[in-house]
């Protein structure tokens, strides 16, 4: 077993930048782990900074390699996006000659390109807070989606998604040209640092390497899944355009992560406090809230929150078009 930390290229924005290369003693699968693609989400950086040393200890197969802050400019701007202003998520596969963004974008592209699979993690973010959930494309190639569904289920993450395959720009769009199957991690997000995400994150990690007989020990686990859904309606994995805030003020939500909810069961206001104005926000449809503003302050269109139509034990998938559930 061996670590080395592998120092890329240095630019101004990225000086502190390390990626982490494990190698087991037997040949096998080889995982790329990825955060940080969002400036302002912590805990999966630094759940992939402690399971760097942890898996130097386990690692028996293959090779795991570590990128624990793919957009180096958006952490130091403190920010989703990056130093240019660009999401990474909305860029890839990015440019070699680009801005710093659309520069880490290509990087860590060609990283994608070379892996067997990708875990990306993210949170909400300072602006969301999400329920704990992996996430997919419903990739059209069976065998990679049903990989991705294997993934998924090995992470013992509660709520399972499947969405529209089709967005570009996303590090899951280049695994997706690519036929390389892809997963990611939404849980949590607001201010301050949840310990409970992080160890949630490792924990995810270790059972998916588990699953795919790459460290010295371990069971690997039944599944454990709580809710599964996969929805093939466009855009369906878009969360920045869930339940557009009908005005601008300060959203003061009525209800939790995690809460049922029924469609037009109050979900909250928008008080414009130099309007006085108060404007009530209303459950769309009837299912888990697992996707919740926390940044309160909003403007017209920013997203406040998101309702899941799904139930307990039970996998359903909505078809794109009719809408209809099966
Ligand atoms: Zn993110």
Redesign the pocket.
């Known amino acids: 077993m061996r670590l080395h930390a592998v120092h890329p290229i240095t630019k101004a924005s990225i000086d502190m930048k390390q990626t982490w290369q494990i190698n087991g003693d037997e040949t096998g699968p080889h995982v790329l782990l990825l955060a940080g693609?969002?400036g302002?989400?912590y805990e999966?950086m630094i759940a992939l900074v402690e399971l760097a040393d942890e898996l130097a200890r386990t690692i028996r197969r293959g090779r795991v390699t570590i990128d624990p802050l793919v957009n180096a400019g958006a952490y130091v701007k403190r920010n989703?996006l990056g130093d240019d202003g660009l999401d990474l998520?909305r860029v890839c596969p990015g440019s070699e000659t680009g801005s710093s963004s659309e520069r880490a974008a290509h990087a860590v592209s060609q990283r994608i390109r070379q892996a067997d699979a990708v875990i990306?993690l993210?949170?909400?973010?300072l602006a969301l807070e999400i329920y704990p959930l992996v996430g997919y494309m419903l990739h059209p190639d069976r065998q990679v989606l049903a990989q991705q569904q294997q993934l998924a289920v090995a992470t013992g993450m509660p709520l399972i998604w499947g969405t529209d395959h089709r967005p570009d720009g996303r590090t899951l769009s280049v695994a997706r040209d690519a036929g390389v199957p892809a997963i990611?991690l939404?849980y949590g997000g607001g201010s301050g640092f949840r310990e409970q995400v992080a160890d949630r994150y490792k924990d995810a990690v270790r059972r998916v390497l588990t699953q795919l007989d790459m460290l010295e020990s371990g069971e690997v686990a039944a599944p454990d899944w709580q809710y599964w859904l996969e929805d093939h309606r466009r855009d369906s994995g878009y969360l920045q355009v869930k339940m557009p805030a009908p005005g601008s003020g300060v959203f003061i939500s009525a209800v939790s992560i995690g809460d049922w909810v029924t469609a037009g069961q109050r979900f909250g206001r928008i008080v414009d406090p130099a309007s006085g104005q108060s404007t009530t926000v209303l459950a769309e449809e009837t299912g888990l809230v697992f996707l919740l503003r926390c940044s309160v302050q909003v403007v017209k269109g920013d997203a406040l929150g998101g309702i899941m139509p799904i139930k307990r034990n039970e996998k359903l998938i909505i078809n794109d078009g009719e809408g209809s559930i099966n």
């Open positions: 693609v969002h302002d989400e999966p989703r998520a990306d993210h949170t909400g973010g990611y939404e």
